[in-house]
């Protein structure tokens, strides 16, 4: 089992599909630096080679936000509406629904935190 940006892979999958798993892929960019890099999307994780590997950390650290910095950053905009004290930064802080939805009959996690 290797790892790639602090993402682990799965060796048995083909590298278009291990590669959007990692946090920040998506298809697209999981095939575009498949086609920087010349390698097939049909190639297992376990048949690349340690060469292949490296290139694909070294593209990926200089690209893109993955893994680690992006639920970093994540957690900064968060804690920034937190502290500025907006509607959405107390809802987070409460654990209640965000974007609005039906509290009432719904959000049973929501429920079991205020009748404690």
Same mark, same amino acid.
Request: proline share 3%.
């Given at each position: 089992?290797?790892?790639?940006?602090?993402?682990?892979? &799965?060796?048995?999958?083909? &590298?278009?599909?291990?590669?959007?798993?990692?946090?920040? *892929?998506?298809?697209?960019?999981?095939?575009?630096?498949?086609?920087?890099?010349?390698?097939?999307?049909?190639?297992?994780?376990?048949? @690349?080679?340690?060469?292949?590997?490296?290139?694909?950390?070294?593209?990926?650290?200089?690209? /893109? &936000? &993955? /893994?680690?910095?992006?639920?970093?950053?994540?957690?900064?905009?968060?804690?920034? @509406? *937190?502290?500025?004290?907006?509607?959405?930064?107390?809802? /987070?802080?409460?654990?209640?629904?965000?974007?609005?939805?039906?509290? /009432?009959?719904?959000?049973?996690?929501?429920?079991?935190?205020?009748?404690?």
């Amino acid at each position: 089992m290797s790892y790639i940006s602090g993402a682990r892979s &799965v060796p048995d999958e083909q &590298v278009r599909i291990a590669s959007t798993k990692m946090d920040g *892929i998506g298809p697209q960019k999981a095939m575009k630096f498949r086609y920087r890099l010349g390698i097939s999307g049909n190639i297992k994780m376990n048949e @690349l080679t340690k060469y292949q590997i490296d290139q694909i950390e070294q593209m990926l650290s200089q690209d /893109h &936000v &993955v /893994h680690w910095e992006l639920k970093r950053g994540e957690r900064a905009d968060i804690e920034r @509406l *937190i502290s500025i004290s907006r509607y959405l930064g107390i809802r /987070h802080q409460d654990g209640s629904p965000l974007r609005g939805q039906r509290t /009432h009959t719904n959000a049973r996690t929501f429920r079991k935190l205020i009748r404690k």
